[in-house]
């Protein structure tokens, strides 16, 4: 039988590769956007796409609907991959920017996952992939309204992990570190909605952040392509006995060491030199 995938975030970057890599190993994928356009375009390249953004939990629950009636009421894996972010430093953070990217990077995934933990219940197994991030496992700077989700799914992953030991639903990390995406370009219109740059205490270093920002510098040192989160995708669905968690990229594995092992202020030292 062939298996299914409902995958969120698909319209570039990593959810776009796994769609395609997953595709080309036989499995029936569920390809979901937030925008109806991105959905068009990827429906013109074969793709079933159901539309899901998860501020919206209309569309949540339509497009979920959408993927059953197609598959007769299964489900066999759920990878929650869409999220954005929004740069500034935490102290100019609005409340509405959290609330904001709360409701898309946590709620929505949060949302999601119950609705299908029903189907994989009743169904008798499944696989829940939640990407995260290195930034679920350190903080950095400029970085933390973004660093806040990552932290909070990583929390909500790692209990519900615990919690369906008794089932037969596998829940499942995916931590990639630097990898080619379009997440810079897409949190542009938070920050200039949300970040008042010349009103800051730092408006100086938001100077330096927004030439970052505004350019594409090329590769991050050890950046890898989003095949390289596919990979490890593809093993967290298809293992027998899958990992709880899979990091990506020399970083992420790095990070997750110094984690584990230096004192807090050894740690905040190497990050703010880096």
Known sequence: MTRTILITGCSSGIGYDAAHGLRARGWRVFASCRGADDCARLEAEG????????????????????????????????YNNGAYACPGAVEDLPRGALQEIFETNVFGTH??????????????????INCSSILGIVGMRWRGAYVATKFAIEGLTDVLRIEMRDTPINIILVEP???????RE????????????????????YEKLSARLYVDSGPDPFELPASAVTKKLIHALESKRPKPRYYVTKPAYFMSFLRRVLPTQALDWIIAKS
């Open 186 to 205: 897409n949190a542009i219109p938070h920050y200039e909605k949300w970040i008042d740059t010349k009103g800051s205490a730092r408006a100086a270093q």
């Open 111 to 128: 949302d999601l996952t119950r609705a299908v933990i029903k189907i994989m219940r009743a169904q008798g197994h499944g696989r829940i």
């Open 47 to 78: 793709f079933e796409s159901p539309r899901i953004d998860y501020a919206d939990p209309a569309t949540i629950e339509s497009g979920l609907a959408e993927v059953l009636a197609a598959t007769g009421g299964t489900l066999d894996a759920l």
């Open 177 to 183: 570190g630097p990898v080619t995406s379009s997440i």
